[in-house]
């Protein structure tokens, strides 16, 4: 299927992955122009872009794609949010019908070149298993009492309201009435049609109520919006649960997310137990890292090791993996801030707390990049800080493997401003820390 010509420019501004040979890129498109009025269609639709001959990408290939959200209603959305590294499996997320509930969903190309989709997880949405009664739609519209009269008892009307308006008095005893600047036949009319339209809206609101009764029961997961991540191989999908929580210390719940892992292979899920993690990346041998969810706390690292549904702190991952990089974290990650106790609202101060951030990590987990949020440098006009953190225990060079970045002997190396600093590994080697390009692809040493 492809993308209707007047839909091309409609590029939503989404995660939009690519391949490592940057033969196919993966995302979604616009399939309708955005409305808040029903529609046929949803307002995205996943696809695939693939590179051509002559090095430019083609027109997006919408992939097919279930018509229906899990509760039988058009869904908002349907995206496509990551790719496998062969191509040939993309990992997306459906939004139902009132964008409340995000569920998986997953596309394959088969053997005959074909892309399918595999809606299994739609089970989060509904753990109940109950059947939802046909949604009744919107509620009928209700008669209006002008299109039931004549242009010149409309004008009659329209200058009665006018006067009234007019005097400035605002007394509601006075103020005009439909009925009388209306025919008896108009009058009939209208009241035959409310009689139609009160019997309508009677039996359509005994439908809605029983459909979101039913709605409300089904106790469903819902899946953390444009958070969703597939392994290279396409086979372990992971995102993160949102799960509702009372809190003593509000009037109102509060969000709390957990890791979930979709094994695509046979079609089941594992829910990790509620540490308030929200996930960022993944490696490639399973190793997850996120980051926590707090209202009264800056954000944490966080890693759960392979096999372990049990999380433990990036300076934790570092402390018993490469001793050289805990010590940089210890040295240059502690900060003091000022924060307020939640009861009392009274400042406190706040020692040596971690600042780690959220984090990104290469497939091979030689390196660890994170971001956080400046809240210990007040004097300084910097929003955040990032940190790329190198794992030396695995024999890279400056964190970067330097026999994989550069093939050639005397490949070039650039720096950022684009002047040739040198060629070959052992001018990387020699260069201060910075970004460097080498050959055609930038490096951060």
Known sequence: MRLHPEHRSRLLSLRCLITPDG????????????????????????CVWDLKEDGTYGEPVVLP??????TNRVPQYVMGLDISADGKTVIGQITDYQGMMHTIIYFTLNDENKWEYHNNFQSLANPNNVQLPEYPGEAPEQPQVADFMTEENKASYNEALQAWQNTCTWDPDTYPNFEDYMSADELAAYNAAMDEYQTKFQAWEEASNAFYAALESCGGTDMVFNNVILSRDGKTAYSSAQISEDDPLSWFPVDKFTPVKFDLTNGTHTMYPLDNILISAIADDGTI??????????????????????????????KTRDAQTYAWMQENMLHDYEAYDPETYEPVMIEDYPFTGVPRVTPDLKLVATSSANYWDIASSAICFSYILPDSSTGAVN??????????????VYNAQGILVGRGTEALRNLPAGI?????RKVIK
């Open 23 to 46: 033969l196919r890129i993966a995302g979604s498109v616009g399939v309708a122009p955005v409305s808040i009025d029903d529609a046929a269609t949803p307002m995205s639709a996943p």
């Open 65 to 70: 794609y279930p018509k229906l959200d899990w």
């Open 289 to 318: 890292m996120g980051a926590s969810q707090s209202a009264t706390e800056p954000q944490q690292a966080y890693v759960y090791l392979p096999g372990s549904t049990e999380p433990i702190t990036l300076m934790d991952y570092f």
């Open 399 to 412: 964190g970067v493997a330097a026999d994989k970045l550069i093939d050639e002997a005397n490949a070039p």
């Open 436 to 440: 460097y390009v080498i050959g055609s």
